[in-house]
């Protein structure tokens, strides 16, 4: 049984692009090379994950229990003060943020999940970036951020569509999986209003977004806090 000819006798001798007419060939190339840029390429999928969840916090008691709280005026002051001590979620004194956690409560708050929105183009050039020269701001896409924005998400975002003036928080850095990043920061709120979306940055209040999330309005009041956890997992494939 004779081999199959892969290339058509009359092509012998001449170029591609000598026979594709004048008019279309920018648009049959385009295709033709994106045909052979994909056949048989690995890919790499990515799915993100927010959740946001409300909490109620009984800050007399902590007061009582942390007198240096009572020489702050803002939530968002006194909750920086005791993260300064047991770490962004406990991670420097776990003890102490089991401890804190008595104070905390979830009971009938509420709590939102939105998943496979959109990763910015920032992010994209930035990865391929430091694909040819790293830094260590690759390692920091930590920094939580909450607004008061209802546009849709767009690959264009850059940061937070609205600011409530609250300082971006912290969040730890941890893995599940292998495949899944995770980083996790409480907001302490200074002010009634509607929080609506949520960004992930390389720097507090600056840098590259990683990804905007807009989702339906939790309703706070000055002291409530609202939990964030961003995941973005990554699944090989060819």
Known sequence: ???????????????????????????????????????????VYQHTMLTAQKYVVDWASLESNFPQL???ERYS????????????????????????????SIVGQPSRAVRDKLVTTAFVDFVV???????????????????????????TDTGIETDTGISPATGTQTETDHDTY??????????????????????????????RTKFDA????SGNQIEFTFEISFTAGG
């Not at 009634?192 to 600056?206: K, N, P, R, Y």
């Open 1 to 43: 049984m004779k081999a199959r000819r892969l290339i058509p006798k009359f092509l012998h001798g001449k170029g591609l692009i000598d026979l594709i007419p004048a008019g279309p060939r920018s648009v049959l190339l385009g295709k033709i090379m994106t045909s052979a840029i994909m056949t048989g390429c690995g890919k």
């Open 129 to 155: 970036d430091q694909l040819q020269a790293e830094t260590s701001e690759f390692g920091d896409f930590k920094f939580h951020q909450c607004g008061l924005g209802t546009t849709a998400e767009n690959i």
């Open 182 to 211: 995770k980083s996790v920061a409480t907001m302490t709120m200074d002010a009634t209003e509607a929080i609506t979306e949520h960004v992930l940055m390389s720097q507090s209040g600056a840098g590259t977004c990683m990804d």
């Open 77 to 104: 002051e006194k909750w920086m003060l005791l993260e300064s001590v047991m770490g962004p979620q406990g991670t420097l004194d776990p003890e102490m943020w089991d401890y804190i956690n008595w104070f905390r």
């Open 218 to 221: 939790i309703n706070v009041v």
């Open 70 to 72: 009572l020489n702050l």
